[in-house]
């Protein structure tokens, strides 16, 4: 039974691209899906959002609150709490739920501001 179908036809312009180029074809197709969907995400997150990905970080859902409160109140919410978090702890050498705690309890936000306005 023959194969009814047109893939050598829609193959054509591929069929003379080495490897390397079939490769860099790929990743660059799969950019231009992928970074709109990173687009949309960094644009439009949620406090809803955010809350869990602090949650899944292992604070309690009294310790994100304020953590999510601060990021909406500065303008921060869309580089993501627990970004901000994650950063801050690199930035103070310390850990994350250390620096969770203190953006929590209304310390350091300056600092964590700074670290997105540069």
Request: hydrophobic fraction near 40%; charge should be negative.
């Amino acid at each position: 039974m023959k194969r009814n179908d047109d893939f050598n036809e829609r193959r054509a312009h591929l069929a003379d691209l080495s490897d390397q180029e079939l490769k860099d074809k790929f990743w660059k197709l799969t950019e231009q899906v992928v970074d709109p969907l990173l687009q949309l995400g960094k644009e439009n997150t949620t406090p809803a959002i955010e809350r869990s990905v602090l949650l899944r970080m292992g604070f309690s859902s009294l310790e994100v609150q304020p953590i999510v409160d601060g990021a909406l109140q500065r303008n921060l919410l869309g580089h993501g709490a627990g970004h901000i978090v994650y950063k801050l702890a690199k930035h103070k050498d310390m850990g994350i739920r250390e620096a969770g705690l203190a953006l929590a309890d209304g310390q350091y936000w300056e600092e964590a501001a700074g670290l997105f306005t540069k």
